[in-house]
């Protein structure tokens, strides 16, 4: 009976332009989705049969297993809706528990499964949250990239994705009462970016700042990536992705933080705080309107199982 556990993740560097195919980094952290499946005489997930299942990442997984039927029972712990990637850790470990029950425990192959389920379910996405999920540490999507471990393509767009070394850091996700899907942000920088030059410069301006920020990130230079994280902020804002609700809980902690920005597509949505004041920061934020924080730290294993 195969458990297959993948981690969550946030954004540090490099959202909505990742879907131009810049680069984006993102960093797998300490929080863990498990899935164990076994064959059984019936498909059933957490004891549900499938038609009472209201999951569409599972709904769109099992529609694709060919196999005999199976019971899965999943254990999350990736907070859903924050920023962190749970649906991600929830695809990634649940293809990779399913796989395994053939044999098959090929990251690659379950990365790209887990992201063209994202991409079906969501209607567009970048292999972001799957690849990181699946490799775990820090890995870079899109940009060039000399060694890159695979690249996955979308109609007219590919991403090389890589790993990149770095260092302990200690993080701190805020989650604001500002509930935004990733759909309806992408789609709203899409207007920007096909309606004005400007929004192209925007992107093309995150990107440059992508690749100093992976420099900053190898050498573990907290200084510098906390100002290169502010300056993605504010290109974000200047896209049009952040709410007063982010300012306010971004505003109480800039002062204890190396640097602040939102992760993932805003709008609402989550900010993201590089600090060595952790626990300070989390209640902060708590006090500046956060529906919840979370202390993360980098987690360096992908996909695991037992
Ligand atoms: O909302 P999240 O954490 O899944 O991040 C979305 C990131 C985007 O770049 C806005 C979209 C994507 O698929 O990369």
């Known amino acids: 009976m ?3 556990s993948a981690p969550g993740k946030f954004i540090l560097f490099g959202e909505h332009a990742v879907v131009y195919g810049k680069p984006a980094i993102a960093m797998a952290v300490n929080m863990r989705t498990e899935v164990t499946a076994a064959f059984s005489s019936r498909t059933t997930v957490d004891g549900m049969l499938l038609k009472e299942v209201r999951s569409y990442y599972i709904r769109e997984m099992l529609s694709r297993w060919e196999g005999e039927p199976v019971s899965i029972s999943i254990h999350s712990g990736v907070p859903p ?5 749970s649906s991600a850790a929830l695809s ?3 293809i990779a528990a399913l796989y395994s029950l053939n044999g098959d425990r090929d990251i690659r192959r379950i990365a790209e499964e887990a992201f063209d389920v994202e991409y079906t379910v969501q209607g567009g996405a970048s292999p972001t949250d799957t690849s990181t999920s699946a490799l775990g540490g820090a890995v870079m999507v899109g940009g060039e990239q000399e060694n890159p471990l695979w690249e996955f393509s979308k109609g007219e767009r590919s991403w090389k994705i890589g790993r990149i070394e770095s260092p302990e850091l200690s993080f701190v996700v805020g989650v604001s009462r500002v509930h935004s899907p990733t759909k309806i942000m992408v789609q709203r920088v899409r207007r920007l970016v096909e309606r004005s030059p400007f929004g192209m410069e925007i992107i093309d301006s995150i990107g440059e700042l992508v690749t100093d920020a992976i420099s ?3 050498k573990g230079d907290a ?3 906390g100002e290169l994280m502010n300056r993605n902020h504010e290109l974000l804002r200047t896209l049009n992705v952040s709410c007063p609700e982010i300012e306010r809980m971004r505003d109480s902690v800039m002062e204890m933080s ?6 993932g597509a805003g709008g609402g949505g989550s900010i993201v705080a590089l600090t060595d004041r952790p626990k300070d920061v989390k209640k902060a934020m708590e006090s500046a309107g956060a529906r919840s924080a979370y202390i993360v730290n980098a987690e360096k294993n992908g996909i695991l199982w037992d």
């Open 2 to 4: 195969p458990t297959a």
């Open 81 to 85: 809706s924050s920023g962190l990637g």
């Open 92 to 94: 990634v470990a649940f």
């Open 216 to 218: 900053a990130l190898k």
């Open 223 to 225: 200084e510098d990536m």
């Open 258 to 263: 190396y640097g602040v920005k939102i992760t």
